[in-house]
């Protein structure tokens, strides 16, 4: 079901070109927040992975050197983009490719970011791979130059700065490679970071819930990966929906983090290519209740009692989730619960030969996983934290939904053609390539309605530029129709401000979106399926905004 002039397979290229400057970062060690290092014994087989040799690792958390090191925006920063050893599993060490950086002393890869909404950050990218890459900030409202999109790829070799000023909410963004045609291997192979913002309504919440950030207030970035038997990351270019046999959280591979009896907030951001979520903590056969308080765009007007939620490619959520009622001993596991894949759209089987082919040792999409585990452990009594949260029914000023009667209805429909291929309307990227699609007035506001065939999938639709609301959903299937919990079939996730939103196989989305900017002249913008195989195989638009 793809493009076969992009049948090309990555293993060989890694194998040829694209291995380049190791430079001083050739080989590092693992260095998470625990300091923890690796046994050395051979690379066990996929296969053999017995089920205890997950969850030995303990979590990488935000650190000062290394893979999530915590890197504060307030100064300019060089990242380059270059290949990276990493001892990530036991056995040899694993090729990455990733935003590499000093800071003063400290050498940083994918680095989370900090900034404050109203700051003027700048990142220069160095590109130190053998093939185009960018940086782009996802969830970011920001100009066409600096979105980093594969509009303005950067060389091989190249440098370019992105300089902006962030007027988004707090909340976590992230940051990734996104050249035309090669953002699903970029993105496998690891070009992937978390932008943290702050602002004062955040700083307020924080203060309130009393969680310190980097103790009870953990960012979890969720990946799957496919590694061979050389703990090598595997990708097969012009392969669809690319899953993995194993998961990343943290740059860490199926971890464990100790926790009190205490509340913990948790920002998950799925960073996987392909593979959907479904993600609840779960002790024994009980599911542990959460507390959604924020989606793509930051906090919620007020906290909503979830058990479960659907976390496609690229979104995240912040919830707060108590383990107050276990015992020291017990453990939980933050899973996938498994669902109804909705995997419609070759009802014939032409098209697919075997998905699972290409991912040995892979869980199937739709089926449970798990993600890691939480191991509670002791903690003094004087120094528990109270057992309440705070009043959580104001969390954030979000305005009810517009009155969007007089706005202008696009229509965008979500299908695959007989080939295989997927399109929006008409457009398939591949066909259309930069020439916007359309053109939206800047100031203007519109109606969305994407439509999903129901010969489809479900589609991660993600757009550049502007954070959206969800007005409704209509014809949903019953996994979603049971979330509803506001008028318009509305589920919590969609009460907040998002810049991705998953359509389900049959499903009507409209989505209000005010192309209001702090820019003149013409920026184009995308709109696509964050599946990155989709994306990739051109299910993908480009829009422009003008005066
Ligand atoms: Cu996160 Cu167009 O991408
Ligand atoms: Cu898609």
Redesign the pocket.
């Known amino acids: 079901m793809t493009d076969p002039q992009r049948r090309r397979f990555l293993v060989g290229l890694t194998v040829g070109g694209a291995a380049t400057v190791a430079g001083p970062l050739a080989l590092w060690r693992l260095t998470g927040g625990h300091g923890h290092s690796l046994g050395s014994g051979p690379a066990p087989k996929l296969a053999e992975l017995a089920p205890d040799a997950r969850f030995v690792q303990p979590l990488r958390l935000p650190g000062a050197d290394g893979l999530l090191a915590e890197v504060d925006l307030k100064q300019p920063l060089r990242l380059l983009a270059q290949t990276l050893w990493v001892g990530l599993f036991p056995g040899p060490a694993t090729s990455l490719w990733a935003y590499t950086g000093r800071v003063g002393a400290r050498e940083v890869g994918n680095p989370l970011l900090h900034a404050r909404r109203g700051d003027t950050v700048e990142v220069e990218l160095d590109n130190r791979l053998a093939e185009a890459t960018t940086i782009h900030w996802h969830g970011l409202s920001i100009d066409e130059a600096n979105d980093g999109s594969g509009l303005h790829p950067v060389a091989p070799g190249a440098r370019r700065s992105y300089r902006y000023r962030v007027d988004n909410r707090a909340g976590l963004y992230w940051y990734h490679a996104h050249p035309h045609g090669r953002t699903g291997v970029q993105l496998q192979r690891g070009l992937a970071g978390l932008l943290l913002v702050e602002d004062e309504e955040e700083r307020a919440l924080r203060q309130r819930l009393g969680m310190r950030w980097g103790e009870r207030d953990l960012p979890l970035m969720i990946a799957d990966k496919q590694v061979g038997a050389d703990n090598a990351i595997v990708y097969k270019d012009g392969a669809d929906d690319w899953i993995g046999n194993r998961v990343l959280v943290n740059w860490t591979p199926e971890p464990y983090l100790d926790v009190i009896p205490a509340w913990y907030r948790f920002r998950l951001a799925n960073v996987a290519n392909a593979r959907m979520l479904r993600v609840a903590f779960v002790q024994g056969d009980q599911v542990l209740p959460m507390q959604l308080i924020g989606t793509d765009g930051g906090l919620l007007a007020q906290a909503w009692p979830v058990d479960d939620v659907f976390l496609g490619p690229a979104q995240r959520i912040d919830v707060l989730v108590d383990f107050g009622g276990l015992t020291p001993g017990q453990r939980v596991r933050l899973r996938s619960l498994d669902y109804v894949a909705m995997e419609n759209e070759d009802e014939s089987g032409a098209f697919l030969p075997d998905p699972m082919a290409d991912h040995p040792g892979a869980t199937p999409m739709g089926a449970a996983l798990d993600l890691m585990e939480l191991r509670l452990i002791e903690c003094a009594t004087e120094r528990r934290p109270p057992a309440r949260l705070p009043d959580l029914s104001a969390l954030s000023k979000i305005d009810p939904l517009p009155d969007t009667a007089d706005w202008p209805v696009r229509a965008l429909r979500?299908r695959m053609d007989e080939a295989g291929r997927?399109f929006i309307n008409d457009w398939n990227f591949h066909d259309n390539g930069h020439e916007p699609s359309f053109s939206v007035r800047r100031g203007s506001r519109e109606v969305w309605e994407i439509r999903n065939s129901m010969t489809s999938?479900?589609?991660?639709?993600h757009l550049h530029g502007f954070q959206f609301r969800v007005l409704s959903r209509s014809i949903s299937p019953p996994d979603i129709r049971g979330r509803q919990v506001a008028p318009g079939g509305l589920t919590a996730q969609d009460l907040g401000w998002n810049d991705t939103v998953v359509v389900w196989p049959g499903e009507i989305v409209r989505l209000a979106i005010d192309f209001a900017q702090p820019l003149s002249g013409t920026h184009r913008y995308m709109l696509h399926?964050?599946?990155l195989e989709?994306?990739d195989m051109g299910?993908m638009l480009t829009f422009a905004v003008t005066d």
């Not at 999938?457 to 639709?461: K, L, S």
């Open positions: 979500l997927w999938m479900p589609h991660p639709i399926c964050h599946n989709h994306e299910m």
